[in-house]
Nanobody
Framework: QVQLVESGGGLVHPGGSLKLSCAASGTIASVNTMGWYRQAPGKQRELVTTIEGDGRAHYSDSVKGRFTVSRENTKNTVYLQMTNLTPEDTAVYYC???????????????WGQGTQVTVST
């Protein structure tokens, strides 16, 4: 089994910064793509960013230039540094990872439980 645990959410003022972390644990053989999604109230979950094992990253247009994704492969951990936050960034942020378990040969998309980010005065 594998578990993704997110941390780092909270309340921040507009223009502020937050850093989210997500660590994968369990009987993991390897982790492929990792990423972050978010879901605002009344809206569908949307892609924020993904990062491959070699560090190649993709960002949605709404966060490009403000958010930075990174990962530590030895710790199966992905980070999301968010800067210049606006109220439109308020959402529950979910970590996602394609994980291959020991003894298996396929990758399974796995989700974290989500962490709330609120940008408000």
């Amino acid at each position: 089994q594998v578990q993704l645990v997110e941390s780092g959410g909270g309340l921040v003022h507009p223009g502020g910064s937050l850093k989210l972390s997500c660590a994968a644990s369990g009987t993991i053989a390897s982790v492929n793509t990792m990423g972050w999604y978010r879901q605002a109230p009344g809206k569908q979950r949307e892609l924020v960013t993904t990062i491959e094992g070699d560090g190649r990253a993709h960002y949605s247009d709404s966060v490009k230039g403000r958010f930075t994704v990174s990962r530590e492969n030895t710790k199966n951990t992905v980070y999301l540094q968010m800067t210049n936050l606006t109220p439109e960034d308020t959402a529950v942020y979910y970590c996602n990872a394609d994980v291959r378990l020991l003894g298996t040969w396929h990758y399974t998309a796995t989700w974290g439980q989500g962490t709330q980010v609120t940008v408000s005065t």
